[in-house]
């Protein structure tokens, strides 16, 4: 099959490109950084630049894949990324920017491969969602909202192209050991810097720093595996649940009180 994979210059998508072209698929990885994907053309990946931001990269980078293959199969939706700070203090242009890579650029380029999938009679969006799209944790606000989009997007979208012999599955890692969670808490450090908020913001940021620099979360690796088994599947479930305390996180806050759940939550990032 002819993969796309977004976000493949690093963690989640670098890892997925690999393990799909593994299993003899032709994939493209599409990222900014082109310098940081040169290495796997080794593995026969087609590394190819995109700014899901900008609508004339993205439709330069699916038109380019349709000329060279005549269609797209899979889609994986991978780019992404985390501004955690307090719903008061990060900037409407910042909140806006995460919503256009995290929500936009992913719905943008499902618009872009659907009418080849469709002409073929076969098509698989995969969408890297989170448990973040489930769940809320203090000062993440703008990036869950942008997750939570993600999940009614996909439910919508799977629904609506069912017929046309697509399929539509979201993944939701749990903690995953990338730099995706030192970058998201040195954004919280930075925007809370001097508000009243600062205090428990440090906190959280410590936190983040110790659980994404130590050994205690899951790899990349563990979320591309049940990526390939959401692209390699015959008959692909809805949702995966890849990563360190996602099955537990969700089954947590389905059975505590709403009141429950926010004393834990600012008990955790308590000065």
């Known amino acids: 099959m002819i993969v796309l994979v977004t976000g493949a210059s690093s963690g989640i998508g670098y890892s997925s490109a690999i393990n799909l072209a593994d299993k003899g698929h032709k994939v493209y990885a599409a990222a900014r950084r082109m310098e940081r994907m040169e290495p796997l053309r080794e593995y026969g990946i087609v590394p190819v630049s995109l700014d899901v931001t900008s609508e004339e990269s993205m439709q330069a980078c699916i038109d380019g894949i349709l000329s060279a293959e005549g269609r797209i199969d899979v889609l994986v939706n991978n780019a992404g990324y985390g501004y955690f700070g307090a719903v008061e203090n990060v900037s409407m242009p910042e909140a806006r920017r995460q919503l256009e890579v995290n929500v936009f650029g992913l719905a943008r380029l499902t618009q872009l491969v659907l009418p080849s999938m469709r002409e073929h009679g076969f098509g698989r969006i995969v969408n890297v969602g989170s448990v973040a799209g489930r769940i809320v944790l203090p000062f993440g606000g703008w990036y869950h909202v942008s997750k939570y989009a993600v999940e009614a997007l996909s439910d919508a979208l799977r629904i609506e192209v069912k017929p046309f012999g697509i399929d539509v599955v979201l993944i939701e890692p749990g903690g995953i050991g990338t730099e995706w969670g030192n970058i998201a808490a040195d954004h919280l450090e930075e ?49 995966y649940h890849p990563g360190t ?11 505590l009180p709403a009141r429950w759940w926010d004393s834990l939550m600012r008990w955790a990032v308590k000065a």
């Open 191 to 239: 925007s809370c810097a001097g508000t009243p908020y600062a205090a428990s913001a440090q906190k959280e940021a410590r936190l983040m720093h110790f659980a994404y620099s130590g050994k205690y979360l899951s790899g990349p690796k563990v979320v591309s595996r049940a990526i390939s088994r959401a692209v390699n599947a015959r008959h692909p479930r809805h949702r």
């Open 245 to 255: 305390g996602s099955y537990f996180l969700l089954w947590l806050h389905a059975l």
